[in-house]
Each structure stands twice: as C-alpha cells, then as structure tokens.
C-alpha cells in the first residue's frame, strides 16, 4: 500500500469513526423537556398549580359534575351487583371541561358544539405548551415538529340518537382519535410526524416515548407529546363497578394496604421535547431531560387485563438501558399505582425486584404515586406524573403519597430496598443528577417506562452586558377585542407581582409570542407607566403612548421626507443616545461641514454659540440631516421603504436616503441651495397654505396672475400658495373671512414661483459638480410627477425642483393605486401625515400613516410610539436593535388569555334512556328564554345582556353572539338607523316593553342597553 | 332684544351687506356653524312640542344669539328669517316631514324650515335642523348640487318635493319632503292627531337631539351616538363614557368642557 493510499485509507476510517459517533451520540442523546402544560382535576390549570397541590397534601377527588346530563340520581346503587349502576360517585373531573375559544383558533360555534372536547382542550393546551417554552407559536408554521398525543375515549357524540341540525359534516372529523393529534398539527402548521396513541392507561407516556425517539432520529426537531382524557359519559363507572375495580370512596390508596380499587379521573397533559444540544442552542428553558425510555407488552400473561410483572421487570430493565444506567442511579419512581389489588403489588414486586435490588440498603427507591391525590388521569396519567416528578425536581422536594394506612400486606417489602413516600421528603442530589422513573401499565398491556433525570447546568450566559432600554415597546395582541384587553390584564396582573426586568418583559412580548390581529403596545418609561397603560387598554380606556390597531394594512411602505416646517429648537437631540441615529447625525455633519460655518449637533442641541433655525441656510441643512437619521433609524428597526417621495426641499433627503445622492453631494445641494436663498430669496416673499380645493385655488389665482401661484398641492383639499408677501395677505383674508382655514408657512420667500428663476444661472453652476447615481430605492418625484432614475437627479432637476410647484396630492395618489399601504414621514414633526390621511381616506385603501418625532416630544419614547402605530397595523417591526449590545433577555410570560365559552352536546342520559336534544350555545338559532323576573337583579341584567348580543347578532347575521361584544358599540359594529329599528323591534318583542326607535343611539352599548332594559322592566313591575 | 348688527357680529359680518344670494349662503353656513340645534328643551314641553311656535323674537334672541343656549327648528328658522327680512329678503315659512330611522317620514307639519327668494328664485333655508343636511341655501331643483363633499338634489315624489343626499360613499337618501308652499304659523294650532301622536312617540324615546355645522360638514348627537360629517363622509361613534359624552355636548354647544 502507498503511503497516500494509507493516508486516504486512514482518512476514510476516521471519518467513519465521526459518523459513528455522531450517530451513536444522536441515539444516545438527551431528550430535553422544554415546556409542559396540563388541565387536571382539583382546579389545576398549570404545573405550578399541580405543584401546589401535591405539596400541600390535597385530594382532588370530588363528586360527579353536573354539567353532563349525567342521571345522577338513578346512577348511584352501593350494591357492586345493580346493572347499569355504579357504586361510586366521586372521581377527578377537569373544571371547565367543555369550555373553548373557538373564534382563536377560526372554528365555528356549531363546529366546536361538534367537536371532541379532547380535540378542543389539546389545541388550547397546546398553543399554551409552546408559549410555555418561550416560542412564538405561528413561528411552527411548516416546521417538522411532531405531535404525539395519548387519547382512549372517543365517545363524545356516541350517545346522540340523531345528530342535531347543522352539526352533520362535523362530527366524523370531530370525533375521530387520529384528527386528536391532527386538529393541533393543522392549527399550528407543524409538519412532523402527528400520531395518535391508544394503549389506554399508557397512552400519554408512550406518546413520550414515541416523540423521543423520532427526535433522536431527526424525524422531527421538536415535539409535542402527552395525553388526554375526559369522561363523556358514566359508562366506565358503570363497566368498573361490575368488576368491583373501583374504590368506594373514589380514591386510589396506591402501594397502601387499604387500597381498595382505582378512582378514574380526568385530565390533559403535554410535554414538549427537542433535543438538549437544540433546546440549549435555541436558548429555550430546560425543565428537566428524558434520559432513556422504553414500552413493551405483557404478551400472553394471565389474561388480557392482569398486569404482568416481569413484564414490567423488562419494561424497567431496557429503560435504564437506554439511559445507560443503572438502578442505583434512580433516586426514586413515579408508580402508577392505581390503587387497585391486584395490580399494586404487582408492581411493587417488580420494583423491588428491579430498582430494589443492586442499591445501597440506606438509599432504599422511594416509591409514590400522583393518582393518590388526583384519581387515575388514564391517557393522561404518565405526563402528569412527569410533571409531577418536574416541579418535584424545582422544589427539591419529593411530596406525600396520600391514604396510605401502613404498606400494603399483600407486598414482601423486604425483598429490595424499596420504601413508600408516605411523607414528603427532601430530594438532594448525591453524586449524580437526581433521577425518576415514571411507569405506566396500560389495561391492554401495553407498558411504558420513562427515565427522567434534572436538567444539566444551564450553558453560561456569555452575552452582552450593557444597560437595558429605558423606554421599551410592551406589544400584547389577541384573536380579538376582548382577547387583547384580557391579555393586557393578565401582563399587567404579572407587571404588578413578578419581579422580571421591564425590558425583558417587553423583549420576551415581541420575540415569544404571537403578534395576534388585534394589537396594542404601551411605550413605557417605568414599570408604573407600563402598568397604568396596560390598565387603561384593558379597561377600553385611552391613555398616552398606547397605541392601538388591527393588523390590517398590507402593502408596500414609502418613505416620506417632508419639506418647510417640521423644525423646533431641539429636534433630534434626544435621540443622539441611539447609535443608529448619531452615527448618521456625525456623517451628515462632516459632510455638511465644508459648507456652512456651523456645528450640526449644536444647532440640534440648541447650543448657545449655535446659530438658529430661523436662518433659511441653517434650517433646511438641519432638517435635510434630521430627515435622512430618522429614515436610517427606520430602516435599522425593519422599516425598509419600497419607495421615497420627498416634499419641496425633502425630495434632497429622498435621494440621499435612496442612494441617488451621496450623503456628500446631498449635503453640497440642501447647503448651496439654502444659501443662495438667504442671499438673493429671502425678504421678498411669502406662503400660505390653504385649506383649499386646488381647483377653487387656481380660481382665486386667475385674477392675482403674476402676484401667486400655487406651490404645493397637498392634498385634494389643502393647497400651499407662493409669491409676493401683499398678495398672500390679501389671499389668507380672503379665505379666512368666508371661515375657511389659511395659515402662514413661516418663510420669507417664495420657492416654487418665478421668483427663484433669479437664482438659476447661479444654482446650476454651483451644483454642476453634483455625481447623481442610479438609486437602490425607487424614488417618485413630485417635482416631475413620476418615477425617476437617480441619474436624473442633477444639478437642473435641483433648480427645477425649487421652481415647479410640488405634486404631493398626486404622487400620494399614484402610490395608493400602485399598491402602497404604509407612509412613513421622517421628520421632526408631521407636517404631512394629514394629508397623506386625507388622500388614504380619499382611494378607501386600508392604509397606515404615521410620522416620526414631535414638536417638544422628540426622544425614544415618541419615536417607539410611531414603530408601535406601524406594528399595530400589520407592518412588521425589528424590535432587536433596541436590545443590541444590552443585558436584556427573555423572561417569563402569562400564556394566551382565552375567552372560553362552553360548548357540549348532551349525550343521551346514562342509564336511564331519555332523549334530550343538544344545548345548543350556538346563538343565532334560537337563544332559550329565561324567566326573567325570577332571576336576582345581577342575573337579570347578565341574561339581558345575552339576550341582546344575540339579537345584535342575528340582525347583522353573524352566527353567534360572541360575535358582538359586551362592550361592543352598536354604531361601530355595522349598525345602521334600519338595523337599529329591527335591534329594537327585536327587543320590545321579547321584553313586551314599548322601546324608542332611536334605542341603541341611547344605550350604545349590550351592556348599557341591558341595565337600560334591566331598569324599564323593573319600573313597569312597579 | 332682536338686535341686526349683535346678529351680524355674532355671524362674524361686521358690516350690513347686501341682499344677495351669495350673503344668504355665507350667513346660512356661519348660523349654523354658531347656533347650536339642541333639543333638550323639548324635554320641558311634553306634548306641547310645537306651542312656541310663533316665537318672540326679542325673548328667544336673547337666549339664543346673545345667550348661551341652542335651539329647535323654529327658533333658529324663525330668528333668522327675521334676520334675513330685516336684510331684504323676501322671505316665508315651510314645513316638512323628516324621514324617521326606520325610513318612514313624520307627519307634514313636524319641522319648521323657511324660504327665501333671491333674483326670483325661491331657495330652501334651513339652519333649525340637525342634519346631516345642507349647509348652503338649496334650489328645488332635481339637478345636483354639491357642498362640501356632499351631494343634494330635491326630486319630486307623490305630490312632496323630497330633500335628498349622498355622501362621499352610499346612496342618495332622503332628508326630509315638503309641498313647497308658504305656511301660515297659525296652522299649527290647529288640532291635528298625528303630529299628536307623534309626539307622544317622541316624548317617550326622550332621546336628546343636538348638533352644529362645522367648516367642512356636521357634528350630530343623538342620544349617545356622534355622527361626525365631515367633507361628504360620515363617521359613527358610540359615546360610551360620561367623559366622552360631556366633551361631545361641550364641543356642539360650544360650552368649556
């Protein structure tokens, strides 16, 4: 063999060692827990409140709902023999079990009526689990991440005998197990892997391992994994109870010598999953890792339904395989013990015989099980456990296994080193990381076995360390109205407790969650100022720096440089502390500097040596330099223009700002030219702008030929008049005598007229030096009313732009019909959003327009005020330079404040055979009369308020009254005089009341008009 | 006491001018953007809505032009038609029926309005009515007249001259329809069951009609619902909070907030 023949032999040998390893150490790899979410009974709607009742000892365990149409006085029989009788009648419910916002996620009242409430609850679930982690659900959007959910009831809409109107379509989708798993993969757009699970019991903690492994072997880069299970009808009271499975008392004694049965419960639990090595790249929390797990079956054991121990042996075995582990190195296990004869002791044999054994004897397994407090979770129960095993792992504590008398007897406990938690304990660390095993046997013998182990050290925090933003953007946002003032509630509830930094809190609202339709953001100075604000916008109530929108406007943007008039002592000046900003600042100032005799930061500062901005040669060069910073500032926060338009002396910053001009020959041209008016312009003329049609203008203008022409058309109704100082006087009193408005541009010159043609033969050789460049922004002159190639823009197009009149109205005009929707006027102050509103509210386009800074209001937070009027429309906002080079970092957020309303279908009542039709909640159909003079004065005037939302409503022809808010005003929500009568034709009908046809003008809103109703119905009584 | 110059003063006319058509429309457009309409105070008059009808002209100036309050139809209609006459003008009474929300129209005698006829042609003069309607003199002419972003025409239909008008967007609707002919203001002491019954109607509701021109359109309240009417488009907004209400009635009366 050759000496390169080696050396590629060799090479090739080791990069088979590398894939190896790679492959090894992608199988082998850490599964980290990045987030979890859960509904279970005693109220628990977060592992923290899951926490709180395990800590604090409590029993979930309570009586049947009543919510179901359960027949619940015929169901209960104590005798174990009476058929079709259960003799239990407490369990674990979920609160709320039917409740669902269904206008988030885009379904409709009759198909959410038609929908599993499984499928319901996961999606909510869900859209909380990835907010949980500190990701933007819609980010998902076509990622591969996998959705691996436990489900075993499908009996929903089993015990319809007919299906109800209009739910037809709905209920083969809305009752099948796989679109449990599928409804979330459709809603949230996610492309991995979507498997729905039934191995009963097991389910949820299968779905985990299956979600583990596909991780590890790319199959997806994240996953959502857990399990669900709501109990529609008593049949498994009923089917247990001939089998004497259950406790009398509901509760699950498990590993305890009373154990007497299981307890069946509800509940909803998920995981997400990625991989360590990704969760620690993504900066995403760590909760705790799946190191290893396994699932297999009892095969043919003693029968169908008995557990099987050295099945479960096995199951534990591969599962501290996987882990490569030992069973010393678990440190304690979540059983499932279910609390039932049989199966307990099982169990623990195979523990004792597992775990129990190769352990120090003074390091016995201590054993507990969650069931003990909440009932048996069934699909759900593995990830509840682990959640259980994750908070216990947050508080170092290991909680108290509950109703166990002593051990159970049926048990040799002496077999290993096995002890049951009968207490709670501390949990510290020995020599390794703390470790959980997590069981769950499934009826079908189906079981699984997941290693838990405590999260590694966070990597460290290497990043940047300057000092956060003063002034921050909190952007919260909501499917709609009501959602978005919820959420403000919810963040300002967190503001009030939590102790995070209001930057983090404000970066973590644009970078963790979703910017929803209905937006708002409060710019605040202060964790007060932001509390306040968000305050206000929960109570509907207008405040200062909030600012409010629906994400509407889609469209181009252009960027709008103004021309006279935006100045003020100051402008700018706040704003030199943004980097972005003074560093355009300090360019345009060394460019300047050649021509004009003075410092651009003192005239901005208002230095005392500084000249003023009443000097035509200092104001323009200043405001050109404003103007061409802030379009810098804009386009470092994502605002990138698809076009410029400049106005009168702002088309100078346009073509800087779009690379017609360099920043030095833009600087050459506003400085020369300014100058030259001071010199030979100024004293000889004036301006006005009038509230004027140009048309009415140009018939005023006719007989003053010579003394005025027009200078500007702004807007279709306001017109800017130039010529000499007499005329414009006689001009604005003429106009304001017939009480039309005129004002006075502060100029004493008249650009735009013939009076500049004296400066031309100068003007052109001064700026025959000018090098105009094809420009990176397409640039629309109002000077030429077109496009424009940036090789145009010379020295002639210069003196021309003074001399013609300026064609704002139109260029407006023409970039509305080309498809423009967000105009952005940099300048200090805005002196043509007005009119560009005007001309928006002419074409009927739905458009954004905002300025820039304001007169006196010139720093940060005015300016995030103006980003936040753009976010709110629709336009999307870079936010991080905000952040750049600052120690601000993602914190914690409340998840999504859902408006849930209920929907259920009445199954038929079990066992007694009644049929009732289903409840509908769906509005518009017909609304149930409630007797309302039998209901206390609160209720009368809720009941009302429904009454007349539905109504509402149906006049406009939505489905459902959730589709006019409580607070919604009728005269905003499409109401007209006509539907106004039919509202109060309605109402009179119902109530027996004579109602005004002018109802609604007076009580505008349901809740108004509903006390107004709740009040009339009270006089008339009396 | 009825005074032409304090008039004119308050219509921002420092001189008398002359008769014209063009003076009818600049004192028309300053009276209704000065003069408020109010209707509160027909809160106070149960069914006797239209018993003041035959105004004293000294008594209601004071209140009204000189005094801080606004008025109903036939206050305002009436001082101005005395303006308009001590002016020069030939002038008259008419009546109408607005059309109601649910798009019938009151009984004939329910608004007072006036007429004035310059260079022989009568015009439909109206600064006593809330609108959204002309602010400028109107010719019964079916031919379209524009104001400020508003069209208007007056097109017969079954024996009435109806006023109609069309916003910057929508359909023509109408405002109110008359029989172009003068009226005598002893007509309304007759007994007449409709205009009765009418206002039995009326004072039920107890709905508070304001409103005042602008330069560019209106600014209507009813109840608690602002139309704001401005160059031809209409903006409607429900006055939810006391704050908002009180600053809207500040702003149409023309009262400190």
């Known amino acids: ?1022 | 006491m009825f005074d032409v110059d304090r008039y004119l003063a308050v219509l921002g006319q420092s001189s008398r001018p002359e008769p014209t058509r063009e003076v009818l429309a600049l004192l028309h457009r300053r009276h209704l953007a000065t003069l408020p309409y109010d209707s509160s105070l027909n809160a106070g008059r149960g069914l006797a809505l239209w018993a003041g009808i035959d105004i004293d002209v000294d008594a209601v100036f004071d209140e009204i032009v000189t005094g801080d309050r606004g008025g109903v139809c036939y206050e305002l209609n009436g001082l101005f038609r005395e303006l308009l006459a001590r002016l020069g003008y030939e002038v008259g009474v008419l009546a109408a029926g607005i059309r109601q929300v649910d798009g019938s129209f009151g009984p004939d005698l329910e608004h007072v309005l006036s007429f004035a006829r310059v260079d022989g042609e009568s015009l439909l003069v109206d600064v006593g009515f809330v609108g959204p309607s002309y602010l400028e003199p109107l010719r019964l002419s079916d031919e379209v007249q524009h104001q400020a972003g508003t069209d208007f025409r007056v097109v017969p239909d079954g024996g009435y001259q109806v006023v109609q008008r069309r916003g910057r967007v929508g359909e023509w609707q109408p405002v109110y329809r008359l029989h172009p002919r003068p009226r005598a203001l002893s007509e309304w002491r007759r007994p007449d069951t409709g205009l009765e019954e009418f206002a039995r109607r009326l004072a039920g509701a107890g709905t508070v009609v304001r409103g005042r021109a602008t330069d560019t359109g209106q600014k209507i309240l009813i109840g608690r619902r602002l139309l704001v009417v401005d160059d031809g488009k209409d903006t409607l907004r429900g006055l939810v909070t006391q704050a908002d209400l009180d600053d809207a009635v500040a702003d149409i009366l023309r009262r400190p907030a």
Request: charged share 20%; glycine share 12%; hydrophobic share 45%.
């Open chain 1, 1 to 1022: 063999m050759s000496d390169d023949r080696l050396v590629a032999a060799l090479r090739a040998a080791l990069v088979e060692n590398e894939r190896l390893r790679n492959g090894a150490g992608a199988r082998s790899e850490p599964i980290a827990i990045v987030a979890a979410a859960c509904r279970l009974p005693g109220g628990v709607r977060s592992p923290e409140d899951l926490w709180e009742l395990v800590a604090a000892g409590r029993d979930a365990v309570s009586g049947f709902p009543t919510d179901r149409g359960w027949d619940l006085g015929a169901l209960y029989d104590p005798d174990p023999g009476a058929a079709g009788r259960s003799y239990v009648r407490e369990g674990g419910f979920v609160d709320g079990a039917g409740d669902f916002d269904a206008g988030f996620f885009g379904i409709s009242p009759r198909e959410a009526l038609a929908m599993d409430p499984q499928q319901r609850l996961l999606l909510e679930l869900s859209w909380e689990l990835v907010e949980r982690a500190g990701i933007d659900p819609t980010s998902l959007q076509g990622s591969d991440t996998g959705v691996y959910t436990g489900v075993m009831y499908h009996d929903y809409a089993s015990g319809l005998r007919e299906v109800p109107e209009g739910l037809e379509g709905f209920l083969g989708t809305g009752n099948s197990g796989s679109v449990v798993s599928g409804r979330v993969a459709y809603t949230l757009g996610l492309q991995g892997p979507a498997i729905t699970v039934d191995t009963a019991c097991s389910s949820s903690l299968v779905g985990v391992h299956l979600a583990a492994r596909a991780l590890r072997a790319g199959e997806c880069s994240l996953a959502l994994a857990g399990g669900v299970a709501l109990l529609f009808s008593p049949a498994p009271f009923v089917e247990f109870s001939r089998q004497r499975g259950l406790a009398p008392d509901g509760r699950c004694k498990a590993f305890a010598d009373a154990a007497d049965g299981t307890g069946w419960a509800e509940g909803a639990a998920v995981l997400l999953l990625e991989r360590l090595s990704d969760a620690h790249r993504n900066g995403h929390p760590v909760l705790g890792l799946v190191r290893g797990s396994a699932v297999n079956q009892d095969g043919a054991s003693n029968g169908l339904t008995a557990p099987n121990g050295p099945a479960q042996q096995r199951v534990i075995r591969r599962a501290l395989a996987d882990a490569g582990l030992g069973p010393a190195d678990v440190d304690t296990v979540e059983g499932h013990g279910t609390g039932t004869t049989l199966g307990d002791p099982i169990e623990a044999q195979a523990l004792l015989a597992t775990y129990g054994r190769e352990r120090p004897a003074d390091r016995p397994l201590l054993l507990g099980s969650l069931k003990s407090n909440i009932g048996h979770t069934q699909a759900a129960a593995g990830v509840a456990g682990i959640i259980k095993i994750l908070e216990a792992l947050r508080h170092g504590v290991l909680p108290a296994t509950l109703h166990v008398d002593r051990p159970s007897s049926r048990v040799d406990w002496s077999g290993g080193a096995v002890e049951l938690l009968t207490d709670a304990r501390a949990w510290r660390r020995g020599a390794g990381p703390r470790r959980a095993g997590v069981s769950s046997f499934g009826v079908s013998g189906t079981n699984a076995h997941v290693i838990v182990e405590e999260a590694p050290p966070a990597p460290v925090d290497d990043g940047p360390t300057g000092p956060p933003p003063g002034t921050v953007p909190l952007a919260v946002s909501g499917a709609d109205a009501d959602g978005l003032r919820a959420q403000a509630a919810r963040l300002a509830d967190s503001l009030d407790v939590g102790e995070a930094g209001l930057a983090d809190v404000a970066l973590s609202l644009t970078t963790t969650r979703a910017s929803l339709a209905h937006r708002a953001v409060v710019v605040a100075g202060s964790r007060a100022q932001a509390v306040s604000g968000l305050r206000a916008l929960a109570a509907g109530r207008p405040a200062p720096h909030v600012v409010t929108g629906s994400a509407r406007v889609d469209g181009r943007i252009a960027l709008v440089l103004p021309g006279q008039g935006t100045h003020w002592a100051g402008m700018g000046a706040d704003l030199l502390a943004w980097p972005r900003f003074a560093e355009a600042i300090d360019e345009i100032a060394a460019a300047l500097h050649p021509h004009v005799g003075w410092d651009l930061r003192a005239v901005l500062t208002a230095a005392p040596d500084a000249p003023g901005l009443d000097r035509v040669d200092v104001v323009q060069p200043a405001s050109f330099a404003v103007g061409v910073a802030l379009a810098r500032l804009w386009e470092s926060f994502g605002i990138r223009p698809d076009a410029v338009v400049g106005h009168s002396q702002g088309e100078i910053a346009a073509a800087t700002v779009a690379g017609a001009l360099s920043v030095a020959d833009g600087a050459l041209v506003v400085a020369v030219r300014s100058g030259l008016i001071a010199q030979t312009l100024s004293g000889h003329g004036g301006m006005a702008s009038l509230a004027r049609t140009p048309a009415d203008v140009t018939e005023r203008l006719r007989h003053r030929a010579g003394a005025l022409e027009i200078a500007a058309v702004n807007s279709p109704r306001s017109v800017v008049v130039a010529g000499d100082p007499d005329a414009v006087r006689e001009l604005v009193a003429e106009v304001e005598a017939e009480g039309g408005r005129a004002r006075w541009v502060p100029v004493d010159y008249a650009s735009h007229t013939a009076h500049v043609e004296k400066i031309e033969s100068e003007l052109r050789a001064a700026l025959a030096g000018v090098r105009p460049r094809t420009s990176a922004i397409p640039f629309y002159s109002t000077a030429e009313g077109a496009w424009v190639d940036g090789t145009a823009l010379d020295g002639g197009y210069w003196y021309r732009n003074l001399r013609r009149p300026v064609g704002f109205a139109a260029a407006t005009a023409s970039l509305l019909e080309q498809g423009f929707r967000v105009f952005v006027e940099a300048g200090a102050h805005p002196v043509l959003t007005g009119s560009v509103q005007e001309s928006i509210d002419g074409s009927g386009a739905v458009a954004a327009v905002t300025g820039s800074l304001r007169r006196e209001d010139g720093g940060p937070a005015r300016f995030l005020t103006s980003l936040a009027t753009l976010h709110v429309h629709g336009v999307p906002v870079d936010w991080s330079p905000l952040y750049a080079r600052t120690s601000t970092r993602p914190t914690t957020l409340p998840t999504y404040a859902f408006r849930r309303r209920r929907y259920w279908l009445e199954s038929e009542a079990f066992p007694v055979t009644t049929t009732s039709g289903p409840e509908t909640e769906t509005a518009a159909a017909e609304t149930p009369e409630p007797d309302l003079a039998a209901l206390p004065e609160d209720a009368r005037v809720a009941a009302l308020t429904e009454i007349v939302r539905a109504d509402a409503a149906a006049v406009l022809g939505h489905s459902g009254p959730e589709a006019v808010a409580p607070d919604a005003v009728f005269f905003e929500t499409g109401f007209t005089s006509l539907t106004a009568v039919e509202v109060r034709d309605r109402l009179a009908a119902r109530t027996g009341l004579e109602l005004p046809s002018l109802l609604i003008f007076d009580h505008p809103t349901p809740q108004l008009l509903a006390d107004h109703l709740a009040q009339e119905l009270a006089d008339v009584r009396r």
